[in-house]
């Protein structure tokens, strides 16, 4: 049996979405020139009204925003309705600069929560369900967003939090939970943790991940599946938009499904601005449709990703986005060729690694080197310097056909790469020291 949250409007045929949609954008853009004068600016400055804004394509007449206006409106500019009505604030972590502040009114909250539960009954949730929700509690959004979600529906819910790798275990057996949601990367460490401990896939009542917040390959996907015994849907958002539940995956996991009575999404092309074609990959922008405190109107979220309006048949409408290929600034240009850190976790997995890798990258004499460190398992580990050459030659020799640039590598012992329990944050680029 088919499940969905809110099936008349996840099921609801294409041109009545757009004609939701079309209605909601002309009258969110009226809230947004009316009520922050930041963007009023921008629009008065290209010479767009309010009622120019007639279709859904008119859209692309509208100002694009960046992270570089969140942070000249840091903290309040972006506000769009008193900040008395607003009743949450959650935030960015802030890592690669100042903070991204978001605001909520508690219809933004449930729209939020509402986006999140149809993630879970995506994923086969439901009020029979023990979720149990990994992801951090604060200002990410992860764990409220999660926790929300699983209330709608109706299910028992453990607010873990990140982190406490044992007490997670001990709650997975205790209380027998059935859904886990947090990053991939500490989906995997759970794993690793499990298998340490002698808990067999089959010995453990999970039977569904919902995982994201971080770039994830489909191998990575494949060795969660197997460690935890689990199905592993994906689930996209980001802090601007609200947090988890902008796009999820349903059982047919080719693509994430986009929330499009909330959000509507383009892909442009990075360099111009221009929009793309459906199929074409690009930078997902995403228009916040009905959200009341920080409606982000075309909003460029740097994730470069491609959108698909085929047919799903899971019966769900809703466009799909691919699993995004990482941010374009997550990109490295090593030695003028274009890397993208997912294309090595692909090749590692494929050979028989376990996820957990750093990346580094430096300049000597002028030349980009590359170096990958990868942990070997205990049953790979050998101290024979020969065999270990060899596996790394083979593994170099893997990774240059993909990339078209040789790494070393260099296989490191067991337990030596620290594990996540949050982001994974897997690439360091020495060369941004010496710029
Ligand atoms: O990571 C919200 C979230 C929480 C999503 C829990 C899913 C689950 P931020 O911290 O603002 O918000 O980071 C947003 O993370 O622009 C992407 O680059 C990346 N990202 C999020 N989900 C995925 C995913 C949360 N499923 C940024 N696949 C986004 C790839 C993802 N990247």
Redesign the pocket.
Known sequence: MKRYYQKDIETMPVEQIRALQEEKLKKQVKHVYEHVPYYRDLMDKKGVKPEDIKTLDDISKLPFISKYDLRETYPYGMLAVPLKDCVRIQS??GTTGKRVIAYYTQHDIDLWEDCCARAIVAAGGSDEDIVQVA?GYGL???GF?LNGGSHKVGSLTLPMSSGNTDRQIQFIQDLKATILCCTPSYAAYIGESMKERGIKPKDNTLRAGIF?????TEEMRRDIEKSLGIKAY???????TS??GVAFECEEQKGMHINEDHFYAEIIDPETGEVLPEGQEGELVFTSLDKEAFPLLRYR?R?LCVLTREKCSCGRTFIRMK??RG?SDDMLIIRGVNVFPSQIESVLLQEGYAPNYRIEIDRVNNTDTLDVYVELSPDQFTDTVGAITDMERKLSAAIQAVLGIHPNIHLVAPKSIARSEGKAVRVVDRRKLLD
């Open positions: 960015t972590s992801y990410f959004t992860g967003g994201g917040a971080e770039p994830w994906d689930i996209y958002g980001l802090t601007e947090g988890p979220t994730d699993k995004p941010r």
